[in-house]
């Protein structure tokens, strides 16, 4: 069974820097694309960036670009989001999510299609 733990959340200022991790395990990593998605209170759960099974691609929300970066490391079976320049609106409970590989392409950005989710990290930025 697969399971995905997420660490890295926190309380940062506006402008400031995290980085989130996803720790997978259970499976072979290398046969899932990952995501990340977050939910705000009251809001339904918001694609925020994907990456394919080799790194090769990626894709992100459109206003997130340019201050995130999704990346991988299939020797640690771990996926990354580096986000820089925060803004408040970006506070949400961010969950990854592992996509069998094949699904990439067209479902990378929709939630059902994932198939292993992770219990969610909380990121609060200050205004």
């Known amino acids: 069974q697969v399971q995905l733990v997420e660490s890295g959340g926190g309380l940062v200022q506006a402008g400031g820097s995290l980085r989130l991790s996803c720790a997978f395990s259970g499976r072979t990593f290398s046969s899932y694309a990952m995501g990340w998605f977050r939910q705000a209170p009251g809001k339904e759960r918001e694609f925020v960036a994907a990456i394919s099974w080799s790194g090769g691609m990626t894709d992100y929300l459109g206003s997130v670009t340019g201050r995130f970066a999704i990346s991988r490391d299939n020797d640690k079976n771990t996926v990354y989001l580096q986000m820089n320049s925060l803004k408040h609106e970006d506070s949400a409970v961010y969950y990854c999510?592992?996509?069998?590989?094949?699904?990439?392409?067209?479902?990378?950005?929709?939630?059902?299609?994932?198939?292993?989710w992770g219990q969610g990290t909380q990121v609060t930025v200050s205004s």
């Open positions: 999510a592992a996509l069998t590989w094949g699904l990439y392409s067209d479902y990378a950005r929709t939630p059902k299609k994932y198939e292993y």
